[in-house]
């Protein structure tokens, strides 16, 4: 098994070109000049980004489980440890429910609840004989 190349990010910018274009997604350098005809989103969209660190575009587009899986016959290697952009931690919702939260939901329900049976008595002490 080979090792894997190392690349710092000074040269994916030096060696990238329009005939040999270098992507950076998530501190892995990708070679796409067979893949550019096929890219769905076209050839322009991987020539604006090659040479640079492409992963927050590349992540907020969306891309399927497949085009991830398919991506790994383009690499040809990482970034450099003293290179590596450093991945955030993404922030979680968490829902916790509090006593106050609690003890107000009841009133999602009652408060419409009352309001309807107050209606019915009204309706039938002044529209029925």
Not at 16 to 39: G, M, Q, R, W
Request: net charge negative.
């Amino acid at each position: 098994m080979s090792e894997t190349k190392v690349y710092t990010l000074k040269q994916v910018e030096e060696e990238n070109s329009p005939s040999k274009p270098l992507l950076v997604i998530n501190n892995a350098v990708y070679d796409v000049t067979t893949f550019l005809n096929e890219h769905p989103g076209g050839e322009e969209v991987l020539l604006e980004q090659s040479g640079k660190d492409a992963s927050e575009l590349f992540e907020d587009v969306g891309h399927s489980t497949d085009a991830r899986e398919m991506m790994t016959k383009y690499k040809i290697g990482d970034v450099a440890e003293s290179d590596r952009k450093k991945e955030e931690p993404k922030e979680t919702l968490k829902l916790e429910t509090t006593d106050a939260e609690t003890s107000s939901s009841w009133t999602a329900w009652i408060i419409p609840a009352a309001l309807a049976i107050a209606a019915t008595v009204i309706y039938k002490f002044f529209f029925t004989k």
